[in-house]
């Protein structure tokens, strides 16, 4: 069975027996629990202690769903919202809208913002179909999805009354408390926990992402094994060369050392811009803090080499890159033959799309690294349900490991509460009057 694989052979990187050690070290501190942020070490062994009894009970209530609604609305914002989304958009047909026949539900997101127009959009466009709800918050008050919630939850209510709402909508929360968990219990939905030691970025392997990937058809018992075989992959006790993650982990954070300070994260599948975007906050979230920590920036690549393509080959030497790559799709398409050849392609004439992007990778990778650029290339596989689930853990044991390197507590996100503190004061929650007479002074 083909495994994630990590190439840093383009990053001019050795890695001392030193830094081995350190990334050793991390990483055992990870596995024992007793680094900073302990109290959020509950994925590192998540996936081993999924359950088939979990597993059928997240089928269950999927199918349930499935059975009463054309169109699910996830509501959640942050890590409650783009693991879904990124393991979702990864396994989804980009066109999906255009088929008149659907086999499955669709999963549409809100809450994720407070556009106005994005959620009138939404409502306007779930009239013509059946709808439930899928609402993701451990307290039910932070603002995005809590308004989100009142907006669907009455749509909900006023089409089916509250009974059948009660049918319609499923709670993922805290356990025992919280303003969703109240509401949950006397409402009668069924609820699912996100776990107290589980913190949002890294909860795509609990019911957060779990149930609405269910619900769209992705093969979430895969998704788990995959995460599983990554699990091994990282364990204590396995070769620092033998564990990628402790192995990017260590390059990046040599890198950074070295003077490099935005990391871009691209690939050459569309599909996979939400992985981006999931990346990012995990990252970004969890390194940049205590002034440290490697900006996380995405391309879609060849897309953007026609936009930040001159950049990344000239601009600022500070970039470092990480390209995923999965194997080629079953499905090809082949350049044909044309006879006039007016725009010179002839010399493409039976070669495969994937071919054809496989050297614009290729191609792109030497031009980077000569321009300054070093490269990691995480090759993924097929992608389907199980190499997703690796890449995800993949991604977050590197992003523990490398938190502990760069000397920070990765489980943290004390900077958030700076702007919420503002957002509250200006919109006149109580308790924040003094602070909204101050800032309304600044403005």
């Not at 699912?192 to 913190?199: S, T």
């Not at 080499?305 to 790559?325: K, N, P």
């Given at each position: 069975?083909e495994?994630?694989?990590?190439?840093?052979?383009?990053?001019?990187?050795?890695?001392?027996a030193a830094?081995?050690?350190?990334?050793?070290?991390a990483?055992?501190?990870?596995?024992?629990?007793?680094?900073?942020g302990?109290?959020?070490?509950g994925?590192?062994?998540l996936?081993?202690?999924i359950?088939?009894n979990?597993?059928d009970?997240?089928?269950k209530e999927a199918a349930?769903l499935?059975?009463?609604a054309d169109?699910?609305v996830c509501i959640?914002?942050?890590?409650?919202?783009l693991?879904a989304?990124?393991?979702l958009?990864?396994?989804?047909?980009s066109?999906?809208?255009?088929?008149?026949?659907?086999?499955?539900?669709?999963?549409?997101?809100?809450?994720?913002?407070?556009?106005e127009?994005y959620?009138h959009?939404?409502?306007?466009a779930?009239k013509?179909?059946?709808?439930?709800a899928?609402v993701?918050?451990k307290s039910?008050?932070t603002?995005e999805?809590a308004?989100a919630?009142?907006l669907?939850?009455?749509e909900i209510?006023k089409?089916y009354?509250?009974q059948?709402?009660?049918e319609?909508?499923v709670a993922?929360t805290d356990?025992a408390?919280?303003?969703?968990?109240?509401?949950?219990?006397?409402e009668?939905y069924?609820?699912?926990?996100?776990?107290?030691?589980?913190?949002?970025?890294?909860s795509v392997?609990t019911?957060?992402?779990?149930?609405?990937l269910?619900?769209a058809?992705v093969?979430i018992?895969a998704?788990?094994?995959?995460?599983q075989?990554m699990e091994?992959?990282t364990?204590?006790g396995?070769a620092?060369?033998?564990n990628p993650?402790?192995v990017?982990?260590?390059?990046?954070n040599?890198?950074?050392?070295g003077?490099k300070?935005i990391?871009i994260?691209?690939?050459?599948?569309?599909?996979?811009?939400?992985i981006?975007?999931?990346?990012?906050?995990?990252?970004?979230?969890s390194e940049?803090?205590?002034?440290?920590g490697?900006?996380?920036?995405?391309?879609?690549?060849?897309?953007?080499?026609?936009?930040?393509g001159?950049?990344i080959?000239q601009?600022?030497?500070?970039?470092?890159?990480t390209?995923v790559?999965?194997?080629?799709?079953?499905?090809q398409?082949?350049?044909p033959?044309d006879?006039?050849?007016?725009?010179?392609?002839?010399?493409?004439?039976?070669?495969?799309?994937?071919?054809?992007?496989r050297q614009?990778m290729?191609g792109?990778?030497?031009?980077h690294v000569?321009?300054?650029?070093?490269n990691?290339?995480v090759?993924a596989?097929?992608?389907?349900?199980?190499?997703?689930g690796?890449l995800?853990?993949?991604f977050?044991?590197?992003?523990?490991?490398s938190?502990?390197?760069?000397?920070v507590?990765?489980?943290d996100?004390?900077?958030?509460e700076a702007?919420k503190?503002n957002?509250f004061a200006?919109?006149?929650?109580?308790?924040y009057?003094?602070e909204a007479?101050?800032l309304r002074?600044?403005?």
């Amino acid at each position: 069975m083909e495994t994630l694989k990590l190439d840093i052979s383009k990053t001019g990187v050795a890695v001392s027996a030193a830094m081995q050690a350190k990334a050793q070290a991390a990483n055992a501190l990870l596995e024992s629990g007793k680094g900073a942020g302990s109290d959020f070490l509950g994925w590192v062994h998540l996936p081993s202690s999924i359950s088939e009894n979990e597993i059928d009970a997240i089928r269950k209530e999927a199918a349930k769903l499935r059975s009463k609604a054309d169109v699910v609305v996830c509501i959640g914002i942050g890590g409650s919202y783009l693991g879904a989304k990124a393991v979702l958009e990864a396994m989804s047909d980009s066109f999906k809208f255009l088929h008149k026949k659907r086999t499955e539900p669709v999963v549409v997101f809100a809450g994720q913002n407070i556009s106005e127009d994005y959620t009138h959009e939404l409502l306007e466009a779930v009239k013509e179909y059946s709808i439930a709800a899928i609402v993701i918050s451990k307290s039910g008050t932070t603002t995005e999805p809590a308004i989100a919630f009142r907006l669907i939850k009455a749509e909900i209510e006023k089409r089916y009354g509250k009974q059948e709402a009660a049918e319609r909508i499923v709670a993922i929360t805290d356990k025992a408390r919280g303003a969703l968990k109240t509401l949950a219990d006397n409402e009668g939905y069924p609820t699912f926990v996100i776990p107290d030691d589980v913190g949002g970025r890294f909860s795509v392997l609990t019911p957060v992402g779990l149930l609405p990937l269910a619900v769209a058809g992705v093969d979430i018992a895969a998704l788990v094994r995959g995460a599983q075989e990554m699990e091994k992959a990282t364990a204590e006790g396995v070769a620092f060369k033998e564990n990628p993650a402790a192995v990017y982990a260590a390059v990046r954070n040599i890198l950074y050392d070295g003077g490099k300070k935005i990391e871009i994260l691209g690939s050459y599948e569309p599909k996979l811009q939400y992985i981006n975007e999931w990346w990012k906050q995990l990252y970004g979230e969890s390194e940049g803090k205590e002034g440290k920590g490697l900006f996380p920036a995405s391309v879609d690549f060849t897309a953007d080499l026609h936009s930040m393509g001159q950049y990344i080959q000239q601009g600022e030497r500070t970039l470092l890159e990480t390209v995923v790559r999965f194997a080629a799709d079953p499905d090809q398409l082949t350049v044909p033959h044309d006879d006039v050849n007016g725009d010179g392609l002839n010399f493409l004439e039976g070669k495969t799309m994937d071919f054809i992007n496989r050297q614009a990778m290729d191609g792109t990778l030497l031009a980077h690294v000569e321009g300054g650029v070093p490269n990691l290339i995480v090759s993924a596989g097929e992608r389907n349900a199980r190499t997703l689930g690796e890449l995800i853990y993949f991604f977050e044991f590197s992003c523990g490991l490398s938190g502990y390197l760069l000397g920070v507590n990765p489980f943290d996100q004390p900077g958030v509460e700076a702007y919420k503190k503002n957002m509250f004061a200006l919109l006149g929650k109580p308790g924040y009057e003094e602070e909204a007479e101050k800032l309304r002074r600044k403005l």
